[in-house]
């Protein structure tokens, strides 16, 4: 697996992109929620911290739940934020088959959307979406 991250989808600050270690807020749609969760990018697509430091959620997993993939797997009850588990591996597949590339993320009913740590909406106010990022995250990019 390697690095990745992704744009963000305000234009709030100067810096484009969401670069490792750098602060940002992770939308959730109204639907599954709403609010956000705010964290520094871990890479890799994880967000959150469970008790026992590893991380909490991957997000082309809450993205393959989020528009219904087909092969989706979890107990219980359908999640609303399905926690990292020994089912994340067979979704996180699904989440990058529907959205890893641009052109895929453009069709999806509730892409992701990554922005700014000062951004005060919410996930409906914002038009775009976040897109995948060139530089992998590795550093931050300035707007051009």
Do not use: H
């Amino acid at each position: 697996m390697g690095s990745f991250s992704w744009n963000k989808a305000d234009k709030l600050t100067s810096i484009e992109n969401v670069a490792y270690g750098t602060s940002f807020k992770f939308l959730i749609p109204k639907e599954f929620g709403g609010k956000f969760i705010k964290d520094k990018y871990q890479d890799y697509g994880y967000l959150g911290t469970k008790e026992n430091g590893g991380p909490k959620y991957d997000m082309y997993e809450l993205l393959a739940f989020w528009n219904k993939a087909v092969g989706l797997k979890y107990d219980g009850d359908y999640p609303l934020l399905k926690e990292i588990d020994d089912y994340t591996d067979n979704n996180r597949g699904l989440g990058i088959d529907i959205g890893c590339y641009d052109g895929q993320i453009l069709k999806l009913k509730y892409p992701l959307k990554l922005v700014s740590a000062s951004f005060n909406g919410t996930y409906e106010d914002l038009e775009t979406c976040s897109f995948d990022d060139p530089d992998q995250g590795f550093f931050s990019r300035k707007r051009e």
